[in-house]
């Protein structure tokens, strides 16, 4: 057994001490009272989930490593995409709204608006394509899409990360299954099966619990990683929505600028 391993597997006669010495500081803390009196029953539980989830790790083989890899990986980025979803759904259609009804009754004073809120990616959109001077719509209608495009990547930003972790995971857990039922052929293969039932029983332990844990990490991933191409989608239909309106506007204060363009070379 690895140094590693064994740590994992005493944690909680290793840990228990450490969550003592703790008691002192959270009763200096100011915490309510009801709050001081929960946090000291849980350093008092003797970290009994702490020996079981290292019992656990241990219990899975050398694969867990990576899987432990992914999990954290795939948390953090996670918590990255339902924080940059949340802030983006958030004020998105109020602040779309003004900027199109701004653009509607003075097209002049939307540009601020537009560098106000350039942490949208409608807005760098619009800024981008607006910002092409004396673009005819069919122009402005190219621009709006290649800025589109550009825009596209941020928004599917780490899904590429999803997909090796969703597919990988599995291809770990199997890993481990194998190597688990290596572990115990060679145990039944050295003698009496009796004699080596630890080891037995331990191969069968990694070929279940690296399966488990493999398709855990897979599991978790795959449904964040579908909620966040359900927002990808549902975002994409947004800045086709808005687009779609900012061209008629731009078309119909073309047309009036040409008009009067045209009236005033006629008069002079």
């Known amino acids: 057994m690895t140094g590693m391993a064994w740590m994992w597997m005493n944690a909680g006669s290793i840990y228990p001490s450490a969550c003592q010495e703790l008691l002192p500081i959270v009763s200096l803390t100011r915490w309510p009272e009801s709050g001081s009196i929960h946090l000291k029953a849980i350093f008092n539980s003797d970290c009994e989930w702490l020996k079981i989830m290292g019992s656990i790790f241990a219990a899975g083989g050398v694969v867990m490593w990576p899987l432990l890899v992914f999990s954290v990986v795939a948390i953090a980025l996670i918590i990255e995409r339902l924080v940059f979803w949340v802030r983006l759904n958030r004020r998105q259609r109020r602040v779309m709204q003004d900027i199109l009804r701004t653009y509607r009754q003075a097209p002049m004073d939307v540009y601020p608006k537009l ?111 579908n909620l966040f191409r359900g927002l990808y989608k549902r975002q994409v239909a947004l800045i086709q929505e808005y687009g779609g309106q900012l061209e008629i506007l731009y078309e119909t204060h073309y047309e009036r600028r040409s008009q009067l363009e045209e009236g005033a070379y006629v008069s002079s």
């Open 115 to 225: 560098r106000q809120n350039i942490n949208l990616p409608v807005a760098r959109i619009f800024l981008e394509a607006l910002e092409i001077e004396g673009a005819s719509p069919k122009q402005f209608h190219l621009a709006l899409a290649s800025a589109m495009q550009a825009e596209l990547p941020h928004l599917r930003r780490f899904s590429t990360l999803f997909a090796t972790i969703i597919s990988v995971s599995p291809l770990l857990g199997l890993l481990g299954t194998i190597l688990g039922l290596i572990r115990s052929f060679d145990a039944i293969q050295l003698g009496d099966i009796a004699e080596n039932a630890g080891a037995v029983t331990g191969g069968i332990s990694e070929a279940l619990v690296s399966t488990a844990a493999g398709l855990i990490v897979a599991i978790g991933t795959l449904l964040f990683a």
